[in-house]
């Protein structure tokens, strides 16, 4: 059984841990700077509170971070200068040049390194939720997780394949819903948006309010999808592929970040008027 | 009963040539340059044969132009040099602005200009094929197609309503292809491929083969989508929307032009080859 550090028990994070804890290992947050909320979650899932970053680097013999894409280096580097000696798993969606070069920074301090993608919900049920795991020390991470609701599967040796696998994944469904809302934006400001509904209309007569709902439905992550879309657009570009799909991308969930602490998805012209608004 | 010229009379614009004159009315056309197919096709379909554009411009009351979109300015001032001097439609996929731009040269000369656009497959049969019409001078073009299988409909008195709303439509269709393309490039690249497919088909089974015919069916149309995306570049541009998607889909159709005369869909990992080839 191991000691595992989880970094950061978000909705995510949180719920990783838990299939941890379920497959018999001791499970470590830090509770320093965290809300009352997140102490509460950690708590239902018996999850052990350590005081500090430094005290979990000294208890956990892995790490694994779970944390938005833009905090990814900060937290290797600060995992680095409290002296952890562990393996260490990056399961951010991040570029898969970004995830080498935390790896090649973590062993210059001695620490081996997974990349690691999660594609899916937060993993509460069975057949929905995929670890994905690359690099020589993945069998480990994937140990961690067996007979859980979460699906560890390795997918090589290589630093930087789990990491693609998420960004190509991603770039389908939410690129797509930026495009979508780019759409809607345009046609709205040029007038046509009634008269481009009733043309989807009439191809299908469900399609309006399936993509009405799409945008809608995407409106409260926007603020942490654009992050991640200029990491998808890094990707592209390390690939020869034209990053600009994904600079926009990134464009439009940022006039949609304003809608993170909404309680119920906006309706779509107030969703518009966000995105149209003067630059 | 109106004399009618059409400029040109390829897939798409033989089709509507044709409904003109399921309708009643005189359809001519110039055969100046053009192929022995061309001629056949339009003889076919009863049109009249003119040995210029200046005889057609002499010739007709009405000229609907159906050409690719670098073409439609040119077009346009061929027209005003040979002299035309009646109601003259644009049904290209250009952006509003460059409607505008054509309206307002055409009136400069005494041409009076309809802009339209046209949505679906060459218009065979009915419930498919939509020429949306828009301009104070709209119904005078509607009225061509009383009756027949090609539904025009006229949404404003404002030129650019139409292109806007072709450019809308095509944002979505064309854009998705060309995002999805470049996915399929970017995981090639990056050795992942086989994973997206192995996680697409764990959501849907039909999926991977969906998604390979969605690519290898956009080939051979790619050579004249290219124009049409940064003809969206600009339309996007100018709705205050980035426009950074159709730069991308601009050049995934450039890298994909080299299909025009395949006979048959290439296979996946041929069109990844035209793809990922350094550019």
Redesign the interface.
């Known amino acids: 059984m191991s000691r595992v550090g989880i970094i950061n028990p978000g909705a995510m994070g949180i719920s990783i841990a838990a299939s941890a804890r379920a497959a018999g290992h001791d499970v470590y947050w830090s509770s320093a700077g965290r809300s009352e909320a997140t102490r509460q979650r950690a708590e239902e899932q018996n999850l052990l509170a350590l005081a500090s970053l430094n005290d979990l680097c000294a208890s956990c013999d892995v790490i694994i971070c779970v944390c938005p894409p833009h905090a990814a280096q900060s937290v290797a580097e600060a995992v680095i200068d409290a002296g952890f000696r562990g393996l260490y798993c990056d399961g951010n969606a991040i570029a ?1 040049q970004k995830a080498q070069a935390i790896g090649a920074r973590l062993a210059t301090a001695g620490i081996d390194f997974v990349d690691g993608s999660i ?1 899916g919900p937060p993993a509460w049920k069975a057949g929905a939720t ?1 670890f ?1 795991l690359s690099g020589s020390s993945a069998e480990q991470i994937a140990e961690l997780f067996n007979n859980t609701v979460t699906e560890a599967i390795v ?2 040796d ?1 630093i ?2 789990a990491s ?2 998420k ?3 991603a ?2 469904t939410k ?2 819903t ?3 809302s ?2 809607y ?3 709205d ?4 948006r009634d ?2 509904e009733r ?1 989807w209309a ?1 191809r299908d007569s469900d399609s309006v309010a399936q993509r009405r709902n799409q945008v809608r439905n995407v409106t409260e992550k926007a603020w942490r999808f654009a992050g991640e879309m200029q990491e998808i657009a890094a ?2 570009e ?12 990134h ?2 969930y940022e006039r949609m970040a304003q809608f993170k602490d909404a309680e119920n998805p906006p309706e779509i012209e107030v969703i518009l008027g966000a ?2 608004k ?2």
Chains 1, 2 share one sequence.
């Open positions: 898969p594609i995929r994905y997918i090589g290589e930087g394949k693609a696998l960004m190509a994944f770039a389908l690129g797509s930026a495009l979508l780019a759409i934006g345009t046609a400001q040029l007038g046509v008269d481009l043309e009439m990707t592209f390390s690939a020869g592929m034209p990053p600009g799909f994904f600079v926009a991308a464009d439009v995105l149209t003067q630059q």
